[in-house]
């Protein structure tokens, strides 16, 4: 007797069924969201075509805020990878005790994922005006941070805040690309002579180098998208593009829905420009590292 064959729901495989909740939470709060902010953009309140929306955003303010966010992006971003990358290669490449590496990643993990009001709220209470270590510099050792020019609840405080993740999150991107540097490549650049900074220059840095700039490109768009942190820190008081599409979600300084959906395409397609960068670049360094 021929075996019977399978049915429609036997073949199916059941281990798809896992990734609904994903796939369901994606489409509501990702792809429907991301739509609806793409067409309202071109559209006017009527619903017809317009790019009145997007030729508004050549203003001064927006301009300003645009830049101000990208300045904010870069420096964060270069800085994060600079301090991040130094920390993970001590960890990693100088043969630190496991236990430092296993408590830097664990670190790194929490801190990573760590902002908001509460990373607002804990820089206030340790380095804002009347912050515990603030006052404590100030009558233990006469150091004034306020007459010395640093201020929390400025850009460059901005800065200092958002390094408190963007660092750990370096230290998770880069430390699979510096465990897939081989052992051997050293050793073969030892035996024709090179020195560290020759290996470095000549081998290591070209290899990492897709790595780096791909986790500068995520940690960009990482700072760029931020807003909670910003708004709980410094209030409206900074111009940068999250904080003002969040006051015209409110409805409190452009009146003009369209006008804040065409400041949210622009954001959609910055942070899709450095993501898209981001895997472009780790698809072409895994090559090497695999």
């Given at each position: 007797?021929?075996?019977?064959?399978?049915?429609?729901?036997?073949?199916?495989?059941?281990n798809?069924?896992?990734?609904?909740?994903f796939a369901?939470?994606?489409?509501?709060?990702?792809?429907?969201?991301?739509?609806?902010?793409?067409?309202?953009?071109?559209?006017?309140?009527?619903?017809?075509?317009?790019?009145?929306?997007?030729?508004?955003?050549?203003?001064?303010?927006?301009?300003?805020?645009?830049?101000?966010?990208?300045?904010?992006?870069?420096?964060?971003?270069?800085?994060?990878?600079?301090?991040?990358?130094?920390?993970?290669?001590?960890?990693?490449?100088?043969?630190?005790?496991?236990?430092?590496?296993?408590?830097?990643?664990?670190?790194?993990?929490?801190?990573?994922?760590?902002?908001?009001?509460?990373?607002?709220?804990?820089?206030?209470?340790?380095l804002?005006?009347?912050?515990?270590?603030?006052?404590?510099?100030?009558?233990?050792?006469?150091?004034?941070?306020?007459?010395?020019?640093?201020?929390?609840?400025?850009?460059?405080?901005?800065?200092?805040?958002?390094?408190?993740?963007?660092?750990?999150?370096?230290?998770?991107?880069?430390?699979?690309?510096?465990?897939?540097?081989?052992?051997?490549?050293?050793?073969?650049?030892?035996?024709?002579?090179?020195?560290?900074?020759?290996?470095?220059?000549?081998?290591?840095?070209?290899?990492?180098?897709?790595?780096?700039?791909?986790?500068?490109?995520?940690?960009?768009?990482?700072?760029?998208?931020?807003?909670?942190?910003?708004?709980?820190?410094?209030?409206?008081?900074?111009?940068?593009?999250?904080?003002?599409?969040?006051?015209?979600?409110?409805?409190?300084?452009?009146?003009?829905?369209?006008?804040?959906?065409a400041?949210?395409?622009?954001?959609?397609?910055?942070?899709?420009?450095?993501n898209?960068?981001?895997?472009w670049?780790?698809?072409?360094?895994?090559?090497?590292?695999?």
């Amino acid at each position: 007797m021929p075996e019977p064959r399978p049915g429609p729901l036997s073949r199916l495989n059941l281990n798809w069924l896992g990734l609904l909740p994903f796939a369901l939470f994606a489409l509501l709060f990702l792809i429907l969201p991301t739509m609806k902010i793409v067409v309202g953009a071109f559209q006017t309140p009527d619903g017809s075509f317009t790019l009145d929306n997007i030729y508004g955003l050549n203003t001064e303010s927006i301009v300003s805020s645009y830049w101000v966010s990208i300045q904010l992006s870069l420096i964060t971003a270069f800085l994060g990878c600079l301090i991040g990358f130094a920390m993970a290669a001590a960890v990693i490449l100088g043969k630190l005790p496991g236990k430092v590496r296993s408590g830097l990643m664990t670190f790194s993990g929490v801190a990573s994922n760590f902002a908001g009001v509460p990373l607002a709220f804990a820089f206030l209470a340790t380095l804002g005006p009347v912050g515990l270590v603030t006052i404590w510099l100030r009558n233990e050792f006469g150091i004034n941070l306020r007459a010395m020019g640093f201020n929390l609840l400025s850009f460059w405080g901005l800065v200092v805040v958002y390094l408190f993740f963007q660092i750990p999150l370096m230290i998770l991107m880069i430390a699979p690309a510096l465990d897939g540097l081989k052992r051997e490549w050293r050793e073969a650049a030892e035996i024709l002579g090179a020195s560290a900074s020759q290996y470095w220059r000549m081998v290591a840095l070209p290899i990492l180098f897709p790595a780096l700039l791909g986790t500068f490109a995520l940690l960009f768009a990482n700072s760029f998208g931020a807003i909670a942190t910003a708004f709980a820190l410094t209030g409206p008081q900074l111009n940068i593009v999250p904080i003002k599409l969040y006051a015209q979600i409110r409805g409190d300084v452009l009146g003009n829905p369209h006008l804040g959906y065409a400041l949210a395409f622009g954001m959609i397609v910055i942070t899709a420009l450095a993501n898209g960068l981001y895997i472009w670049l780790r698809v072409r360094s895994e090559r090497w590292l695999k």
